[in-house]
């Protein structure tokens, strides 16, 4: 990611409650016709980045990992130690993201997001985000639904849709894709499965930022999502076009004025074992 991701900045060390954090992002276009992932490196990542043919033009990015450093705040408390790790992985046909977010070696929360890659990009089958307990959202592709862990009533399934945190990665995989075809002001929409819930997100390409971050300096493309209502949070991502579109900073801020922002401290390439 609201791709994306949140960050539980108040571990029960320091007795606060759970802040957000971004880990997402949309990225939406009509479904590419094509077939074919592509071979090849990329900056984005490890060997089996690569093309997919169509219309709609995909770079789907390469097994990495990302590694964050999180600041949020609470109210009048900042709070800092907060560390998230982002695993993607993929071999060209199916991949598995991860994202977990610790605080003094202890796991706070983490996101997986389950797939193939098809002509369309990523496409996801099943999205967690475990906390005390895991909740879920299966996307269940053939049947054009949306089944929930929590007993919540089925959704439909639009085409292209996206969960919280593959939004990133096939949002990276359109702009890696070609760039000009998202110029500043063009506005990107798709559904984005929660594991409670699932609505379209709309998303406003920006121009491009210097970023001075704990990996270095980048050069990055801002894309924001903006509350639509009372209760919605604001998402800014930046992705990075000489790391493959990969996002290099996130931020989310909730209606309150709190917020979680994330910046890239590390980046290697990840190589998918079974």
Not at 8 to 29: H, L, Y
Not at 85 to 107: I, M, N, P
């Amino acid at each position: 990611p609201d791709l994306v991701a949140e960050a539980n900045a108040a571990a029960e060390a320091i007795e606060s409650e759970e802040a957000k954090a971004a880990a997402a992002a949309a990225a939406a276009a009509p479904a590419a016709r094509g077939t074919g992932s592509g071979t090849g490196t990329e900056a984005g990542g490890g060997k089996t980045a690569g093309d997919i043919a169509g219309p709609v033009a995909l770079q789907i990015p390469g097994s990495v990992r990302l590694g964050f450093a999180a600041t949020a705040q609470r109210g009048a408390q900042p709070m800092q130690g907060v560390f998230g790790e982002l695993d993607w992985l993929q071999d060209g046909t199916h991949y598995d993201a991860d994202l977990s977010w610790t605080f003094l070696f202890k796991t706070l929360r983490s996101q997986h997001s389950t797939g193939t890659i098809g002509p369309g990009g990523i496409e996801p089958l099943r999205y967690s985000d475990s906390r005390k307990n895991e909740v879920a959202a299966n996307l269940v592709r053939e049947q054009g639904r949306i089944d929930f862990t929590n007993n919540a009533p089925s959704l439909p399934l639009m085409p292209g849709a996206q969960d919280r945190l593959s939004i990133v990665m096939q949002l990276g995989g359109l702009m890696a894709g070609n760039p000009a075809r998202y110029p500043p002001g063009t506005v990107i929409s798709m559904q984005t499965v929660g594991p409670r819930d699932a609505e379209v997100w709309s998303f406003v390409v920006g121009d491009s930022e210097t970023l001075d971050l704990p990996a270095g300096s980048f050069e990055a493309r801002k894309l924001t999502r903006n509350a639509r209502k009372p209760q919605d949070d604001k998402i800014e991502l930046w992705l990075a076009p000489a790391l493959g579109w990969l996002p290099v900073r996130i931020r989310q801020t909730q209606p309150n004025g709190d917020y979680v922002d994330l910046a890239l401290r590390s980046k290697m390439p990840l190589e998918r074992t079974n």
